[in-house]
């Protein structure tokens, strides 16, 4: 659970230095829970999509998620920094707004296996989801909304300096 | 893992760090040079007073140490916010938070 010390590190990243403080200190945590001190929520048996996440085309991706035809959407809002120095932290925020909003896929449509993440949003989770993903390289970042059965989508691209999936 | 909640009004904005290598099975050990096998978070649960609101999949491509962030609506005083995790081998986490 111990940060990988990396030999190489670009110059002023003292925040992130902080971050693994934060981290090292967040590992006692990790030790507490894992003693059992807190039960576990029980996590639900639902599928991982294998499929989804294996896929190398954008095409099977998007394929296996059962989008085979999506709408572009001015009512997704796409926060995503337009250069990513780097690639192994690229913050994305999502806002859905559009009505029954069921589902947020992020997809990187360039890394070895464009999907990303997926979000299921049951009742009383607002259609708002920040994260933080890794790019191997310079490409659009795809934010699908499932929503009463259809699909929609926005992108932004997102240059990235230094690729964050192998190193 | 770490969690913040927030009440804004009636929304509880959460915060939520948890803490895992997140292995894309691309990188080497830089010494020894053999491949670090795939290690990463697949699913991640937040419930609200014991009742799903996020059931989120994920692959390799979530960053180191994910963070996420959430807003659940119809929040107060008192409610119970709970995460867990559990990877690609089986290993699990979670925290819970009461709203004040």
Redesign the interface.
Known sequence: MRPTVRTQRPPGKSSRRKFLRTVALGSAYVATFAAGWLHPVHLLAAEWNKAAFDAKALADTLKSIGASSVADSDQIQLKAPEIAENGAIVPVEITSRIPGTQTIYVIADKNPQPLVAIFDIAAGLEPFISTRIKMGESSKVRVLVKAGGKFYVATQEVKVTIGGCGG | ??IRAQLQGD?ADVKV?M????E?G???D?ISGEVIPLHFI??V????NG????????????????????????AKPGDKI???W?DNKGE?????TTLN
């Open positions: 893992m770490k929304v760090l803490f895992h290598p997140m894309t691309l990188r080497k830089p697949q699913r649960v937040a419930t609200h009742k799903t609101v996020m059931d989120a999949q994920w692959s390799q491509a979530v960053s180191k140490n994910p963070f996420v962030n959430f807003r659940i609506r119809g709970a995460v867990s559990e699990r986490a979670s925290i819970e």
